[in-house]
């Protein structure tokens, strides 16, 4: 079955404490990226990838790294999370010319 | 820098009635794409739309892109209570992958 893995599903962790979202796509997508939503602001980029080894910045990246050494996973990397990071996010896939992007499950992420 | 603003914010319906909402970008879009997500869900990509004035229908949803390429907008007509969930317009920024997402629209219908 296609589809966009994330895991945790949910995390509660304390600021500080160096955590790793991970996110896998079994359909060979060239693109990934990664989302946070917040209530009343919507979905905002936070990295993406167009392809192994290329990525960029979106919307708001601080606070976040991400890599791409392999085309299938794309982690999201909270070096030092804060309170202000608590959101839920989102990993998304699609291939180089095509429309659809299949998002993840989503992770709800709370730092305290 | 660009926007791309979404109103209404919410809607509540009776069954059976229609619902519009609204996209607006500040500059000229490439292509605009709709999402839908449910409650508790994760957003599934409904549509792309790349041409001027194009218009393409899904059953009850009849999307639209302006002639100027700036916005767009989502008609569902005779709601369901299955149309229930935030629906979201988004447009790239550059050539590149970076997306810009509305804040969405929350539908709830009443039955």
């Known amino acids: 079955e296609a589809q966009v893995t994330q895991n945790p599903r949910y995390l509660i962790t304390v600021t500080g404490k160096k955590l790793t979202v991970t996110c896998s796509q079994n359909?060979?997508?060239?693109?990934m990226s990664w989302y946070r939503q917040d209530p009343g602001l919507g979905l905002r980029q936070i990295y993406y990838?167009?392809?192994?080894?290329?990525?960029d910045k979106g919307d708001v990246p601080e606070g976040y790294k991400v890599s791409r050494k392999e085309k299938r996973n794309f982690p999201l990397i909270l070096e030092s999370p804060s309170p202000n990071q608590t959101s839920l996010y989102f990993c998304?896939?699609?291939?180089?010319?095509?429309?659809?992007?299949?998002f993840g499950p989503g992770t709800r992420l709370t730092v305290l | 820098g660009q926007q791309v603003m979404q109103i209404p914010q919410y809607q509540h319906v009776q069954e059976g009635e229609d619902f519009t909402t609204y996209c607006n970008s500040s500059t000229t879009l490439s292509n605009i794409q709709w999402y839908k997500q449910r409650p508790g869900g994760h957003p599934v990509f409904l549509i792309q739309l790349v041409k001027s004035g194009e218009v393409k229908k899904q059953k009850r949803l009849t999307f639209q892109f302006g002639e100027a390429k700036k916005n767009s907008s989502l008609h569902i007509t005779a709601t369901q209570t299955t149309d229930v969930g935030t629906y979201f317009c988004a447009g790239p920024r550059n050539q590149g992958g970076k997306l810009i997402f509305g804040q969405g629209t929350e539908l709830s219908v009443k039955p």
């Open positions: 990838s167009m392809n192994v080894e290329v990525t």
């Open positions: 359909m060979n997508h060239e693109y």
């Open positions: 998304a896939s699609r291939s180089h010319g095509a429309d659809t992007q299949y």
